[in-house]
């Protein structure tokens, strides 16, 4: 097996030389860190146990207890971490996850998910030997239910290594998983547990790929749709370990540092678990997923001491634009086939209320809205758990019942955010495209992100919808106020978008081979020649054709069209292509990451807020909360609460938002 750490074992090693050289970078006063950095990530585990040795040989003194003295803070944790064997690392971070109130579930799920048999075997005996404890009696004292016995099911160290596959059972196991899950009312959550906790890695592959065509969704989408809480992250974990161990990592150290401060904890246990595994893969498949090395990030996100520990773990930078060692080549390539192969189940958290009743709402607006002040709770009720047919019905019946025009009343009596917002669920979705196009482009300054975002992501009957609508209110058509408004490449770019002329249907293999031959060419074209062929492509191809020639993409380049964009495209341009690529790959992911960004810092871009709970609530807005949770670590409910009260603090705009996102993950 080659070895992908980033820490070997030190040539011509001298652990007696080692122990003299940190006894005197600890004497006297102060202490070299430097020198005690250097030494301890440049030697491997089994060497840092022979300096310990050594050095209570020579000197009568424990290491740890001398490092422990002489260093504080995280520099302290880490180096002190370091130094302690990977069992009884795993298992000091598993009694400080259950020891105490609380429990710390992400620490115990990132660990039991991830570790093999003997690893497994190696740490339940190192936290017997230091504690004096069972772990299994101890995890389960601090958790229940499902979590609870899938925990115990990895804790036994049972998962098949025989690299045997069975065709059959693959088969009746993915048929079984889907019989437990999807094809019922309710979940057989011991049917997950005990296919997830014991098949093989190989195995399980064969049972996710089998799975996906019989349930026309991935083993994913389903854990999200059938399961919850601590046990679905927990499921889901195995799933990603399964899928790529070093993806896994990736994730996880990438969410230990976006944001605001650092989940020191969580950086230090997989940088020192890894150092030794699996590094290069983790750093590869970061720089797959983020557009980032991890180098780069652990640099911009730490200080001092602790930050040069981290780096000299790291091994080195990864130059963003660089060719993929094979194996995360072979990881982007099956992210492709995956997203291929996907269909997601799109659901919305907005439905038709039953018993609707549209001259009863009607009344019940007029009424809200009659008289000194207004009842806002009364209009977010109705409005906001209608449809948005229900809503035109309504918006039909106060005009003929009560001669009113529902629109204006609603306009005198709201203001800012929430009159904005609830306007925007009232209009119809071709009405409220069009408003926010119209928005986009008036006045000084382009919102050029906005254009984008509705552009590439409306399919042809929404663009043809639109462009009328925008017609109709504005007189003027859609294409020419685009081109008022932008110029150069990126006019193009969305000229070519709001024809509405995209292909529909599924891949065609051997075109789609053709089509990323010709993009891999491009890629050595001059810029205007490169950007053109990738338009005449990216604008124009269906989404599943577009899987399949960025799949193929990877097989001609070695690199991922995300990185090619990144590299050789700025601006707007950029923007657009990347825009495209992240809706073909996952819709619901990137309007995830916009939800993010539109609320993340100081201020909220209201706007992009609006637009995209509005007009994602009847289609896939279950499907994006779902997709923020598990990128951002922080249900989509959670962070609206907090980040809306920053700026505009109206509880009423606050509550229609909340109505909208449809509940808690």
Same mark, same amino acid.
């Given at each position: 097996?080659?070895?992908?750490?980033?820490?070997?074992?030190?040539?011509?090693?001298?652990?007696?030389?080692?122990?003299?050289?940190?006894?005197?970078?600890?004497?006297?006063?102060?202490?070299?860190?430097?020198?005690?950095?250097?030494?301890?990530?440049?030697?491997?585990?089994?060497?840092?146990?022979?300096?310990?040795?050594?050095?209570?040989?020579?000197?009568?003194?424990?290491?740890?207890?001398?490092?422990?003295?002489?260093?504080?803070?995280?520099?302290?944790?880490?180096?002190?971490?370091?130094?302690?064997?990977?069992?009884?690392?795993?298992?000091?971070?598993?009694?400080?996850?259950?020891?105490?109130?609380?429990?710390?579930?992400?620490?115990?799920?990132?660990?039991?998910?991830?570790?093999?048999?003997?690893?497994?075997?190696?740490?339940?005996?190192?936290?017997?030997?230091?504690?004096?404890?069972?772990?299994?009696?101890?995890?389960?004292?601090?958790?229940?239910?499902?979590?609870?016995?899938?925990?115990?099911?990895?804790?036994?160290?049972?998962?098949?290594?025989?690299?045997?596959?069975?065709?059959?059972?693959?088969?009746?196991?993915?048929?079984?998983?889907?019989?437990?899950?999807?094809?019922?009312?309710?979940?057989?959550?011991?049917?997950?547990?005990?296919?997830?906790?014991?098949?093989?890695?190989?195995?399980?592959?064969?049972?996710?790929?089998?799975?996906?065509?019989?349930?026309?969704?991935?083993?994913?989408?389903?854990?999200?749709?059938?399961?919850?809480?601590?046990?679905?992250?927990?499921?889901?974990?195995?799933?990603?370990?399964?899928?790529?161990?070093?993806?896994?990592?990736?994730?996880?150290?990438?969410?230990?540092?976006?944001?605001?401060?650092?989940?020191?904890?969580?950086?230090?246990?997989?940088?020192?678990?890894?150092?030794?595994?699996?590094?290069?893969?983790?750093?590869?498949?970061?720089?797959?997923?983020?557009?980032?090395?991890?180098?780069?990030?652990?640099?911009?996100?730490?200080?001092?001491?602790?930050?040069?520990?981290?780096?000299?773990?790291?091994?080195?930078?990864?130059?963003?634009?660089?060719?993929?060692?094979?194996?995360?080549?072979?990881?982007?390539?099956?992210?492709?086939?995956?997203?291929?192969?996907?269909?997601?189940?799109?659901?919305?958290?907005?439905?038709?209320?039953?018993?609707?009743?549209?001259?009863? /709402? $009607?009344?019940?607006? %007029? +009424?809200? *809205?009659? @008289?000194? #002040? &207004? =009842? !806002?709770?009364?209009?977010?009720?109705?409005?906001?758990?209608?449809?948005?047919?229900?809503?035109?019905?309504?918006?039909?019946?106060?005009?003929?019942?009560?001669?009113?025009?529902?629109?204006?009343?609603?306009?005198?009596?709201?203001?800012?955010?929430?009159?904005?917002?609830?306007?925007?669920?009232?209009?119809?979705?071709?009405?409220? /495209? $069009?408003?926010?196009? %119209? +928005?986009? *482009?008036? @006045?000084? #300054? &382009? =919102? !050029?992100?906005?254009?984008?975002?509705?552009?590439?992501?409306?399919?042809?009957?929404?663009?043809?919808?639109?462009?009328?609508?925008?017609?109709?209110?504005?007189?003027?058509?859609?294409?020419?106020?685009?081109?008022?408004?932008?110029?150069?490449?990126?006019?193009?770019?969305?000229?070519?978008?709001?024809?509405?002329?995209?292909?529909?249907?599924?891949?065609?293999?051997?075109?789609?081979?053709?089509?990323?031959?010709?993009?891999?060419?491009?890629?050595?074209?001059?810029?205007?020649?490169?950007?053109?062929?990738?338009?005449?492509?990216?604008?124009?191809?269906?989404?599943?054709?577009?899987?399949?020639?960025?799949?193929?993409?990877?097989?001609?380049?070695?690199?991922?069209?995300?990185?090619?964009?990144?590299?050789?495209?700025?601006?707007?341009?950029?923007?657009?292509?990347?825009?495209?690529?992240?809706?073909?790959?996952?819709?619901?992911?990137?309007?995830?990451?916009?939800?993010?960004?539109?609320?993340?810092?100081?201020?909220?871009?209201?706007?992009?807020?609006?637009?995209?709970?509005?007009?994602?609530?009847?289609?896939?807005?279950?499907?994006?909360?779902?997709?923020?949770?598990?990128?951002?670590?922080?249900?989509?409910?959670?962070?609206?609460?907090?980040?809306?009260?920053?700026?505009?603090?109206?509880?009423?705009?606050?509550?229609?938002?909340?109505?909208?996102?449809?509940?808690?993950?």
């Amino acid at each position: 097996m080659v070895f992908r750490g980033t820490v070997a074992d030190a040539v011509d090693f001298d652990p007696s030389a080692d122990a003299e050289t940190l006894y005197n970078a600890m004497k006297g006063i102060g202490s070299d860190k430097e020198a005690i950095l250097d030494l301890v990530t440049s030697r491997s585990n089994a060497q840092r146990q022979e300096i310990i040795a050594a050095y209570k040989r020579s000197f009568g003194k424990d290491l740890i207890d001398d490092l422990k003295y002489e260093l504080t803070g995280k520099f302290e944790r880490l180096i002190v971490s370091l130094m302690r064997t990977p069992a009884y690392h795993d298992a000091k971070e598993i009694n400080d996850a259950v020891k105490g109130v609380g429990t710390n579930e992400k620490c115990l799920i990132e660990i039991l998910a991830s570790r093999n048999n003997r690893q497994t075997y190696e740490m339940v005996a190192a936290y017997k030997d230091a504690y004096g404890r069972d772990m299994e009696e101890d995890i389960i004292q601090d958790t229940s239910g499902h979590f609870k016995k899938m925990l115990i099911v990895l804790l036994q160290g049972t998962r098949d290594e025989s690299g045997v596959v069975d065709a059959d059972l693959v088969q009746q196991d993915a048929e079984d998983l889907y019989a437990a899950g999807e094809e019922q009312w309710g979940t057989d959550e011991a049917k997950f547990i005990m296919i997830l906790g014991n098949r093989s890695v190989t195995h399980l592959r064969m049972v996710f790929d089998a799975y996906e065509k019989i349930a026309e969704l991935s083993i994913e989408d389903s854990i999200k749709n059938e399961l919850s809480g601590d046990f679905e992250r927990l499921m889901l974990a195995v799933v990603q370990c399964i899928r790529s161990v070093p993806m896994f990592f990736a994730k996880h150290l990438y969410k230990s540092m976006k944001g605001l401060g650092t989940a020191d904890n969580t950086l230090i246990r997989i940088m020192i678990s890894r150092s030794e595994i699996d590094m290069l893969d983790i750093r590869e498949c970061f720089r797959l997923k983020y557009e980032k090395s991890l180098y780069n990030m652990i640099k911009d996100d730490t200080s001092g001491d602790y930050k040069r520990t981290l780096l000299n773990l790291c091994g080195g930078d990864d130059d963003l634009a660089g060719e993929f060692f094979p194996e995360a080549a072979q990881i982007a390539y099956k992210m492709w086939e995956l997203s291929a192969m996907t269909k997601v189940q799109l659901r919305p958290t907005v439905r038709p209320a039953a018993n609707f009743d549209p001259a009863a /709402d $009607a009344q019940a607006l %007029r +009424k809200a *809205m009659k @008289g000194f #002040g &207004t =009842d !806002e709770d009364a209009i977010i009720d109705i409005i906001a758990q209608r449809s948005n047919a229900q809503r035109q019905e309504i918006r039909q019946t106060f005009k003929s019942l009560l001669g009113r025009d529902l629109m204006k009343d609603l306009k005198s009596e709201l203001s800012k955010n929430l009159e904005r917002l609830i306007i925007g669920l009232m209009l119809t979705p071709a009405e409220f /495209d $069009a408003k926010m196009m %119209r +928005k986009a *482009m008036e @006045g000084a #300054g &382009t =919102d !050029e992100h906005a254009l984008i975002e509705t552009l590439v992501t409306r399919n042809n009957e929404q663009m043809h919808a639109m462009a009328a609508a925008y017609q109709t209110a504005y007189k003027k058509s859609l294409e020419e106020a685009i081109q008022s408004d932008t110029s150069g490449h990126f006019c193009r770019i969305l000229v070519s978008l709001v024809q509405g002329g995209r292909e529909e249907g599924p891949a065609d293999e051997e075109r789609a081979n053709a089509d990323a031959q010709e993009l891999a060419n491009a890629c050595n074209a001059d810029s205007d020649d490169m950007e053109m062929k990738f338009m005449s492509i990216l604008c124009t191809r269906s989404f599943p054709h577009l899987r399949k020639v960025f799949q193929e993409f990877v097989r001609y380049t070695n690199k991922d069209i995300e990185q090619i964009i990144k590299k050789h495209m700025s601006g707007d341009v950029k923007n657009a292509f990347y825009a495209i690529v992240r809706s073909v790959k996952n819709q619901p992911s990137y309007f995830a990451e916009r939800l993010y960004k539109a609320m993340k810092g100081l201020g909220t871009d209201d706007r992009a807020l609006i637009r995209i709970m509005v007009s994602r609530s009847e289609i896939d807005l279950f499907n994006i909360r779902k997709e923020f949770k598990e990128t951002h670590d922080v249900s989509l409910h959670e962070f609206i609460q907090v980040e809306t009260m920053i700026g505009d603090t109206s509880g009423d705009y606050r509550k229609t938002l909340l109505v909208l996102c449809g509940g808690e993950d």
